[in-house]
């Protein structure tokens, strides 16, 4: 059968959230189409979508993402609308993306991955080390937030909602004296002149599936997925797999610490996962490898040691 391409008359839909972050990973996305089909950017049409988590009132209140609705904030109406069909595609930063889709929706295309690191921000200090007892660190992500206070119990750290743009202005104003930002936004955004410093995964573990952008598709739609499976990155796919294994066994929702990264050597997986209390009193983490094809079970695996290893009481903050 023959495949009916977009055109300009009937462009293929491309559904985003509305942050320059978001648009540059939709715009990435019908690079990659375009060139694979050899079609005109006028054959795709992309589409920005107003979420839940994009309300100025909630970014302005800085409320930690369990309070205002988790992961799902940053995707509900995309999904509506893919679901409806008033999108073909919808693009995802995939560190956003809960585990499980809605029916109907597939999450089974994903780009080359970026950078995975998490970079220090800040304009009078170069590392965490540097920062002074005391001092005022701001970060929306309840993962940096317990690496970092097991690292350095003495430091105030604060709420810190909004895009990229927006944390940079707060910090700009004097609302914390650093913060954390994932290198492949700033990479993406081609940031070069923010002051940051990579931070190794040896360091700290970034979050499940961090620098990897996600393409969900109708799960009818053939045609899309032949055509998106012209821009699948394999080895990216091979690593979230494990990941999200990992993060579903342990809890797919935004409300535990969960740092987690796979990483490929020829046929094998290496995974390191962590888990901590949120106060940063207490981090479990652990570190294996198995056969590339056994990356889920080897997630899943990983994940009920650590929930061993916590015993009943790890996760009783939860409520």
Not at 65 to 87: A, D, H, N, W
Not at 258 to 277: F, H, N
Request: negative net charge.
């Amino acid at each position: 059968m023959t495949l009916t391409l977009p055109s300009p008359d009937a462009p293929l839909k491309i559904g985003t959230r509305g942050s320059p972050l978001a648009l540059a990973q939709a715009y990435e996305t019908r690079d990659r189409l375009a060139t694979a089909f050899s079609l005109a950017p006028e054959a795709f049409e992309i589409v920005p979508i107003k979420t839940t988590g994009d309300d100025r009132t909630l970014i302005a209140a800085d409320k930690p993402l369990k309070e205002i609705g988790g992961k799902g904030l940053f995707t509900k109406e995309i999904e509506e609308q893919l679901l409806s069909g008033g999108i073909d595609i919808a693009v995802h930063s995939m560190k956003d993306m809960p585990v499980e889709q809605p029916a109907g929706l597939l999450l089974d295309c994903y780009l080359p991955r970026e950078d995975v690191r998490d970079a220090f921000i800040s304009q009078g200090f170069k590392a965490i080390a540097e920062l002074p007892p005391g001092a005022t660190v701001g970060s929306s992500s309840l993962r940096r937030r317990a690496q970092l206070l097991h690292r350095r119990p003495d430091l105030n750290v604060v709420e810190f909602r909004g895009n990229v743009q927006t944390r940079l202005r707060k910090l700009s104003e004097g609302v914390a004296d650093a913060t954390f930002l994932a290198m492949a936004g700033l990479n993406r955004l081609g940031m070069a002149e923010v002051p940051r410093t990579a931070i190794s995964a040896e360091d700290m573990l970034p979050a499940i599936a961090q620098g990897a952008i996600g393409i969900e598709r109708r799960t009818t739609d053939s045609r899309t997925a032949e055509m998106l499976e012209a821009i699948h990155d394999a080895p990216t796919g091979q690593r979230l797999a494990a990941e999200r294994a990992f993060l579903a066994e342990l809890d797919g929702s935004c409300e535990t610490p969960i740092g987690g990264l796979a990483d490929l050597d020829g046929g094998t997986l290496r995974l390191r996962g962590e888990i901590l209390r949120p106060d940063g009193s207490q981090a479990l983490s652990d570190d294996a490898t198995a056969p590339i094809e056994d990356g889920p079970t080897l997630g899943r695996e990983m994940a009920r040691k650590l929930l061993e290893q916590g015993g009943l009481g790890f996760f009783d903050w939860r409520g």
